[in-house]
């Protein structure tokens, strides 16, 4: 199933291109490489099996083992990280030896000198793992999803897992095969880089999990080898180009007392134990959390704030008939410039200890914890891997990115900016099936659409690099 739009051939009028734009013949030669079928195969070999986060090494295998033999030319590794993890990398080194007098289009054509590498970047962990009996308690529903569909005739996808983060996973690997096939046999000189991660997804470190304690897969590349000089983050998101991106923390509150028999409740501290009370705990967090997101108002100027409590945690399932001595309650922060974590922690703890005093909970042991995941990150808007991205979108749908504002999602995007790396993110929505909201729908059509863009913006890169090339230029 190939792209459905056609892509046509530069004119050539007395064997003269009509075009002076280095970039077109190089275009469509990726656009032409960019089959539908090799992302449905990419998204199957994603979805055949499970991959938390710290457990992607069976998909990091399915996956390299098919792309050796479509791409043989690139350089396809899968990089073990922790005790079940993975990175699958793909490398693709040019250098101007290998370079013919002529690039697609009868244009001479160099890479530009000082682009430098580019690092395509998505992840292979899903947010959850599709475990039933574990994602129930998140989920509500306590049967497995449904494998994944694929209609020919409506041209959609279906499944668990394609938001986060299979489908742009695939829709990346294919852009930036098809950018490298056409370079390659252009022999034009580049340096490309694709990474799709192990332990790209956010747990909590009070988990105290293997799924928590996972390494992060970009950490752990950016840890053995070189900095990449731009990268572009595929995940689903927005319409529109993110520069900006927040970042995210973990806090735990935790509150203790002397645990009591169910039949001794009247003589628990507090009286009838510590659930009993944790709706004054909730609306306390809820007071706080409104005051704490409404003094952030316009802080980001794509991104916002925000805070949650997604879990609580206390007593025994098994002995029900024992109150509780301790509970704790799990929430999560997307943070904007400017927070410091420490205070949030304790800006939260503050609030507690006024809103609880006098009442029934003022007693117990109250500590509150927090752990940074990544603080948050922006890249200049006029940066080079920025503006090669808008000049994509914009030539894929006709008119500039959308703006952006009040986005809360935090990727790994965060982590390469605090490496010092310019980055861009642009990808997919996905809609949720309405049979099943575990599973996510998306068109072929439109993994085909960002595919081509994600080969543009490498092509771009390749030829301009660090020119300032507008989007109405070409």
Known sequence: MRATRPIA???RNSGEPVTTDPLEGLRSAAHGAIDGERIVEAVRLLAAGPSPRGAERAAADRLAEWARTRWPQISWRRDTIGAAGANLVATSAQGDADQPQEAPGGHPLRGAPDGGELLLYSHLDTSLPGDPERDRWTTGVDTAPAPLTVDRESGTLAG?????ARAPAAAVLAGYAAAVTALRNAGVPHRLTLLLAGGGTHASPFAATPESAAPVGVEEYLRSGPRPDAAVVAKCGPPGILYEEPGAAFVRVRLGTGYRPVLARDAAPPAGGLIAHLGEVIGVLE???ERHVAARAGIGGQIAAEAGIGAVRGGLAAKPDL??????????????????????SADIRAALETGLRGGPLEGCALSVAARTAHPSGATPPDAPVVRHAAAAWTREHGAAPPPISGWKGSTDGVVLRGHGVPTVRVGPAVRADPADPRRDVIELDTLLRFARIYS????????????AIEASQS
């Not at 668990?160 to 986060?164: A, H, M, S, T």
């Open 9 to 11: 051939e530069p004119e």
């Open 160 to 164: 668990f897992g394609l938001g986060v």
């Open 287 to 289: 007071r706080w959390r």
């Open 323 to 344: 109150l509780p001595g301790v509970v704790e309650l799990h929430l999560y922060l997307v943070t904007v410039p400017g927070d410091d974590v420490a205070r949030i």
């Open 456 to 467: 543009e913006i490498v092509v771009r890169h390749v030829v301009y690099g660090e020119s």
